[in-house]
Nanobody, 117 residues
Framework: QVQLMESGGGLVQPGGSLRLSCAASGSSLSMHAIGWYRQAPGKQRELVAAIAIGGSTDYADSVKGRFTISRDNTKSTVYLQMNTLKPEDTAVYYC???????????WGQGTLVTVSS
């Protein structure tokens, strides 16, 4: 069974940076388009960034220019570099297959990002 593992979250001040990592056991992420999602308290989970197998990327307007998604296929890991963080970026961040793709698995535990002074 595929298990997704997100890491790298933490407490950061506004304007700070974090890098999140997404790895999986039981599957190679290099074979799939992967998205980073987030869910803030009281809100629905939303897709914030996605990366195709070939490396093309797409971002939600709210993070465009501040977040960068990338992948290292040799490590079967997908990253989310988050810069210029804002309090409204506070959420639990998850990775998974992108909407509409043939690959989507059970959600991992996510990693909590808190942006606060």
């Amino acid at each position: 069974q595929v298990q997704l593992m997100e890491s790298g979250g933490g407490l950061v001040q506004p304007g700070g940076s974090l890098r999140l990592s997404c790895a999986a056991s039981g599957s190679s992420l290099s074979m799939h388009a992967i998205g980073w999602y987030r869910q803030a308290p009281g809100k629905q989970r939303e897709l914030v960034a996605a990366i195709a197998i070939g490396g093309s990327t797409d971002y939600a307007d709210s993070v465009k220019g501040r977040f960068t998604i990338s992948r290292d296929n040799t490590k079967s890991t997908v990253y989310l570099q988050m810069n210029t963080l804002k309090p409204e970026d506070t959420a639990v961040y998850y990775c998974n297959g992108v909407p509409g793709s043939s690959w989507h698995t059970a959600w991992g535990q996510g990693t909590l990002v808190t942006v606060s002074s």
